[in-house]
């Protein structure tokens, strides 16, 4: 049976940092590898009456693009529950350390607009563990209340890198680089910005913050956020949204900061697909799509 744990305000990065660098330790740390048939903590952790910080938002705003205004911007949905989102990872019963997992894939679900004044309830928990041709992807939910009424799911799937069953199923051949076509807007994004983003968002993991912490993770120099890109794709098409709307993203190669990358956007009717490519070889940094709600 499940536990619901309520917490009195939301996490601070200064007491789940230290968790998140000590389960990198070896001995006294995670496992290095995940077991195909580990187990989730059976917790939620809840958060009542959470306010939005209207100058924080604001910040956000600027770093992506996003319009501030009376309604929240549909992705800072994640930027609100990402403490606890954090909480679930750095707990002692995950399986595997916050710190080095990658940000797969996302997908928001708001089933109508939300005032930044209305007072929220988040819960979140951890599902669906699975074997991935990469390495163990999970699941990380949240659900957003007003009262009792249920105004938006936030779904984070994160990977493990490692060698699982899958990792030697065919593949098919890797696209080829090849130029982009002209895009819609070229976005320009530095570490200022992302410094910026992060101050605004409170993902200050090490691998955005600077070239030599992001090198010690294997990268050649800071990367942005993907929620970063996320965010700024669909920052000339958000009004047009309705308010029940889902958008899923899937991030590919990381933007290596500085960076200019072709921003794409398509479309379809009341959808639209966006999508981020490298300026020179073509591959996707990001790809998505904004689809009614039904």
């Avoid at 679900?109 to 005032?115: A, D, N, P, S």
């Avoid at 990380?140 to 209340?145: A, G, K, P, R």
Wanted: contains cysteine; charged residues 20%.
């Amino acid at each position: 049976m499940s536990k619901t744990v309520t917490l009195r305000e939301m996490p601070s990065a200064a007491t789940q940092y230290p968790k998140a660098v000590g389960a990198m330790l070896p001995m006294i740390g995670k496992p290095a590898r995940v077991a195909a048939n580990a187990t989730l903590p059976d917790t939620r952790f809840r958060v009542e009456n959470v306010r939005v910080d209207r100058s924080r938002l604001q910040e956000y705003c600027h770093a992506t693009g996003v319009q501030y205004g009376p309604d929240l911007p549909l992705t800072y949905l994640f930027v609100l529950q990402f403490p606890l989102a954090m909480e679930v990872m750095v707990a002692s019963d995950f399986p595997f350390g916050a710190v080095g997992a990658v940000h797969a894939e996302n997908r928001i679900e708001r089933l109508r607009q939300i005032g930044a004044d209305e007072p929220l309830t988040i819960e979140t928990h951890a599902e669906n563990l699975r074997e991935h041709r990469k390495g163990m992807l999970v699941d990380v939910v949240s659900e957003f209340f007003v009262g009792s009424e249920l105004v938006a799911v936030q779904t984070g799937s994160f990977l493990k890198q490692q060698r699982t069953s899958l990792s030697d199923e065919p593949r098919g051949p890797a696209p080829k680089d090849s130029t982009p076509p002209p895009p819609d807007r070229v976005l320009s994004v530095d570490l200022g910005l992302i410094r910026r983003y992060a101050a605004a968002s409170g993902d200050r993991n090490p691998i955005h913050m600077a070239d030599l912490s992001a090198k010690l993770f294997g990268f050649a120099s800071a990367i942005a956020h993907g929620m970063w890109s996320a965010a700024t794709a669909i920052a000339n098409v958000e009004a047009q949204l309705p308010g029940a709307v889902v958008y899923t993203v899937r991030f590919g190669k990381p933007i290596l900061l500085p960076a200019k990358v072709n921003l794409y956007t398509r479309r379809d009717g009341e959808s639209f697909e966006v999508s981020i490519l490298n300026r020179r070889k073509g591959y996707p940094h990001l790809t998505g799509t904004l689809q009614p709600r039904d």
